[in-house]
Nanobody, 124 residues
Framework: QVQLLESGGGLVQAGGSLRVSCAAS????????MGWFRQAPGKAREVVAA????????NYADSVKGRFTISRDNAKNAVYLQMNSLKPEDTDVYFC?????????????????WGQGTQVTVSS
């Protein structure tokens, strides 16, 4: 089973961009579909984007379509979330998640491996 570690969070002004990364340990990363989720205090964890193990298929939450892009580099055991045109409502802790599956699911219950999260704060 892989272990996941997020990085790249921080403080950015509204309208700005940020890229968060998720590094995976282990030799089986290419067998894992991956997802990015986010969670605010007191709220449920919600999907942001998901990507298939090949990287050929992606899915996005409606709230981030056209602004965020999920990608992966299986040679580097990494998955990324490029966030553009950030809004204050994008402020959350962002988690990457993985599951040994072909397709990337938008349902958080599908994932069995989680990182510890990275804080993204967007100021107005």
């Amino acid at each position: 089973q892989v272990q996941l570690l997020e990085s790249g969070g921080g403080l950015v002004q509204a309208g700005g961009s940020l890229r968060v990364s998720c590094a995976a340990s282990g030799r089986t990363f290419s067998s894992y579909a991956m997802g990015w989720f986010r969670q605010a205090p007191g709220k449920a964890r919600e999907v942001v984007a998901a990507i298939s193990r090949s990287g050929g298929n992606t899915n996005y939450a409606d709230s981030v379509k056209g602004r965020f892009t999920i990608s992966r580099d299986n040679a580097k055991n990494a998955v990324y979330l490029q966030m553009n045109s950030l809004k204050p409502e994008d402020t959350d802790v962002y988690f990457c998640a993985g599951v040994r599956s072909a397709a990337g699911s938008t349902w958080r219950g599908s994932y069995d491996t989680w990182g510890q999260g990275t804080q993204v704060t967007v100021s107005s």
